[in-house]
């Protein structure tokens, strides 16, 4: 009579042993990935909100927005003095973005940045905008 072949006990384990270690090598990888991603997101909104931001300045008389009507000069239309009831400047946003890391699109202006506050620390005085969720980022 001829034995069925199969898989010994020990051999399964071992086949069990190694897809663990493997996974636990790739599983941190992801990880790795996703943060890299948010933070190249991060820094992408970063780099549209200064561009902008700049270019209202140049179109404004070197005149950043104000910290108050933000939202609406920079995704509306304004006049030259900034008021949102011209239209001949702007839309220079369709949205402010959202910030990544702690899912806020609000500005604040503590003068803090990186104190999770709001999504962006803008500082109306020179138009400077940073991400507002962690310290490090605010080098951004």
């Known amino acids: 009579m001829k034995a069925k072949g199969g898989f010994t006990l020990v051999e399964i384990l071992i086949v069990v042993v190694i897809l663990g270690i493997l996974a636990a090598i790739v599983i941190p990888q992801f990880t790795e990935a996703s943060t890299e991603a948010k933070t190249s997101s991060l820094m992408t909104d970063l780099q549209t909100l ?16 104000t ?12 006049d ?3 008021a949102t009831t011209g239209s001949d400047y702007g839309p220079y946003l ?3 973005p959202t910030n990544q890391f702690n899912d806020k699109s609000a500005l604040d202006n503590t003068g803090t ?22 310290a490090a980022h605010a080098l951004l």
């Open 50 to 65: 200064r561009s902008q931001i700049e270019l209202y300045k140049v179109q404004h008389n070197d005149t950043p927005p």
């Open 67 to 78: 910290f108050a009507d933000f939202v609406d000069q920079m995704t509306g239309t304004t």
């Open 80 to 82: 030259i003095a900034g």
């Open 94 to 96: 369709q949205k402010v």
């Open 113 to 134: 940045a990186g104190d999770g506050v709001g999504g962006w620390e803008y500082d109306a005085s020179d138009g400077s905008i940073h991400a507002d969720d962690s």
